[in-house]
Every structure is written in structure tokens, then in C-alpha cells.
């Protein structure tokens, strides 16, 4: 049995991984470059993401920083109007609440994550919450759930990590934590051959850790 569960947010808890891409797809498109998918997965993975390609398109970082600004505008406005909630998500930590604690550790910037749950019902069940400003190092680095096992005064072992990406699981691992990668269909190409367990939805993971 588990304590302790350390939850990734996008793309576990809430549906806006692909929301992610599209606002970085329309605001490199304003200067001439296509984002691709595939090769944006990839980087992904390896803790990089859509300035990659742009750097590699021979966009200046100047222009980059201004890009930024207007792939973050763009990602808010989509998470105010396109739908973002993942089916059985609420029902499944109100079935794991009463036997372990829980914490959400994610690279959301918290500007994203607040707008992302005004109103929602998930994060009542976390004993905290970490976002990318709570660490220097993101995932795939180990900081993010090795701060999280500090803030509890857990071991590794009493833990267990739920996942939907390679770099997450990568983060996990490297923290020597048993990650279990829940099903996302934008980063199902990506490699989880490290992963503890593979579940299709998060309402399997309460016979997992019990």
C-alpha cells in the first residue's frame, strides 16, 4: 500500500495538453513556422518544447520572448472556452481521499493553474500543490517530486507518481519514486517503458496503491 500519491496536472487531472500546443502552434505561425507535432513530442520528452523548433527555424530570442508572451495569452483564452475536464477525475480522488494523501506536482505555471481551477472541484482533495515558480529544476529533472516527498517527510517507497508523459515519468524515476502513467491520447507515442504500471484511466489507480 501507498501513502502518499503525486499527481501530474495536464493531461492527468485536466485535458490541455494538446491546448498547450495549439497556443504554441498559432503564435509561431505568426512568424512563418510550422510547429510539428511529432518533433514537438519528442522534445517534450526530453524536457524541451516548442522554442526548440523556433530556434532551430532561426528566430531570434528576442522574438522568442515576445512569442512567449503571446503563446501564454493564447493558452489562457483556450482554457477559458474549449473543454478541459477529464470524465471520472473528481469521483476518483474522492475514492482514493480517504486512505492516502495527495498532492498535485506540476509544470503549470500558476497563473495557468488558477485560471484552470476557479471552480473546479480537485484541488480540495491535495494536502498542496506545486507549480513550475515552487522549484529551479522542471521535470525531467527530480526536483519537482523530490520537493514533494520533502514537503510530506515521505520516502520513496511510500509513494507512487501518476503520470501521462515521458519527461514526467522520467522526473519520477530519477527521484526513485513507482510511477503509474495513465492513458492521454497527444502523448501516447512517447516511450513508458519505465513506468511501474499503465492504466487507462485514473479510476483504476485506487486498486494500484491499496
Do not use: N
Not at 480522488?93 to 485560471?115: C, G, H, N, Q, S
Not at 515552487?134 to 514537503?151: I, Q
Request: a negative charge; hydrophobic letters at 45%; proline letters at 3%.
Amino acid at each position: 500500500m501507498k501513502s502518499y500519491v503525486l499527481l501530474d496536472h495536464d493531461g492527468v487531472l485536466v485535458d490541455t495538453e494538446q491546448w498547450y500546443f495549439a497556443a504554441g502552434r498559432r503564435a509561431l505561425a505568426e512568424v512563418g513556422v510550422e510547429l510539428d507535432e511529432a518533433r514537438y513530442l519528442r522534445d517534450m520528452a526530453r524536457g524541451a518544447g516548442t522554442w526548440t523548433q523556433a530556434r532551430a527555424a532561426g528566430v531570434d530570442e528576442t522574438t522568442i520572448d515576445r512569442l512567449r508572451v503571446a503563446r501564454d495569452a493564447y493558452y489562457q483564452e483556450l482554457l477559458r472556452t474549449e473543454p478541459i475536464e477529464i470524465d471520472g477525475v473528481v469521483d476518483a480522488l474522492a475514492e482514493l481521499a480517504p486512505y492516502v494523501r495527495m498532492a498535485i506536482v506540476t509544470t503549470a505555471k500558476r497563473a495557468d493553474f488558477e485560471l484552470i481551477h476557479a471552480g473546479r472541484q480537485i484541488v480540495p482533495f491535495m494536502d498542496f500543490v506545486l507549480v513550475r515558480e515552487d522549484y529551479e529544476h522542471s521535470k525531467p529533472h527530480p526536483e519537482p517530486y523530490a520537493t514533494a516527498l520533502r514537503r510530506f517527510a515521505a520516502a520513496p517507497e511510500e509513494a507512487v507518481v501518476v503520470e501521462d508523459s515521458a519527461r514526467g515519468l522520467a522526473s519520477a524515476v530519477a527521484a526513485g519514486i513507482d510511477c503509474v502513467v495513465v492513458h492521454h491520447a497527444f502523448t501516447a507515442s512517447q516511450d513508458f517503458s519505465a513506468a511501474t504500471h499503465r492504466i487507462g484511466s485514473l479510476s483504476e489507480l485506487k486498486s494500484l496503491v491499496l
